[in-house]
């Protein structure tokens, strides 16, 4: 082989030959030093989902490969990867040319999953799909509204919602279960409320022998169409109650959300925030409570 086609070859693999000789050591994808602060002045000012920014190497193996607005996350390994949330169907084509600006292949994209099934999360997966082969994993409630492309009925949302282009799930998923993916393993976590199929995540990403455990928490937000009411539909609020509270009792050492500035990802991503805070998670569900009260004591007030 040709010096010139060795050193293609190496630039494919991302790997760095020490002087002297001895073991390659594998170049850091987009490391958060860098990365972090490109990515909070690329979304200075934008919060739009399909605002491109560039891909950013969080903690180990995972990666924030989403737009300005709208989070997606890869969770690399040798044996393929795990990815959650596509984005909207243009959010699609941004998040694959980040993972490919990260120097992954779409194709090593083994499973694609999710955290609730609007369509600014998940309008994209058809189209991700297609782009990776990979196949998708929903929880058992998520489910039809993505083999259908049509939200449910019970959406506090329904009515505003457009159609998804409808996909074919090969895995449901229940409480607790675990995705994995040779030594990558993801626990999925329901927490309805803001959808009756959300899920939240939980794993481990380990960097040499630091150690971190990371969630990405679902929306939990009391948003819904102009005509619902959240004090008519009891059994949602003690969803939100349940879902909020899990998630404050998880252990956590870095907290990611579905929409970046719901747990302040830009600015933690640039240094200026603590990206590792053991209470993130507790602080997160105390703003959840809060935006749920605030709620409903507005539906109590009539306004």
């Known amino acids: 082989m040709s010096a010139s086609l060795i050193a293609l070859a190496l630039a494919a693999q ?50 924030y490969v989403g737009t300005c607005g709208i989070s997606a996350i890869l969770i690399a390994g040798r044996e393929g990867h795990i990815l959650i949330d596509s984005g909207t169907e243009a959010g699609a084509e941004l998040i694959a040319a980040n993972i490919r600006a990260l120097g992954f292949r779409l194709s090593d994209v083994t499973w694609i999953t999710h955290s609730h099934e609007h369509h600014d999360h998940v309008g994209g997966l ?14 058992v409630n998520a489910a039809p509204v993505l083999r259908s492309g049509t939200a449910a009925a019970a959406d506090p949302q329904f009515g505003s919602l457009p159609k998804m282009a409808p996909v074919a799930i090969a895995r449901t ?20 409320g803001h959808t009756k199929g959300a899920l939240s995540w939980w794993w481990v990403s380990c960097d040499g022998g630091v150690c971190r455990t990371l969630v990405y928490a679902d929306s939990m937000s009391p948003v819904s169409s102009d005509t619902y009411r ?73 306004k």
């Open 126 to 139: 058809a189209r991700v799909q297609q782009l990776t082969g990979g196949q998708i994993a929903a929880s």
């Open 173 to 192: 998923l229940k409480d607790g279960d675990t995705l994995r993916l040779g030594p990558i393993q993801l626990t999925a976590l329901e927490t309805p």
């Open 230 to 302: 959240f004090t008519d539909h009891p059994e949602v609020v003690a969803d939100f109650r349940r879902s909020i509270a899990r998630v404050a009792a998880l252990e956590c050492d870095i907290l990611l959300t579905p929409h970046p500035s719901a747990s302040n990802m830009s600015a933690r991503f640039a240094g200026k925030a603590a990206l590792f805070d053991s209470a993130g998670c507790r602080t997160y569900a105390a703003a959840k409570t809060k935006q749920l009260d605030e709620r409903l004591a507005k539906e109590a007030a009539g």
């Open 14 to 63: 991302q790997v760095v030959i020490p002087f002297g000789g001895g073991k390659p050591v594998e170049r850091v994808r987009a490391p958060i030093a860098v990365s972090g602060p490109a990515f909070a002045r690329a979304c200075e000012g934008k919060d739009g989902w399909d605002d491109p920014a560039p891909p950013v190497r969080i903690h180990g193996n995972s990666y």
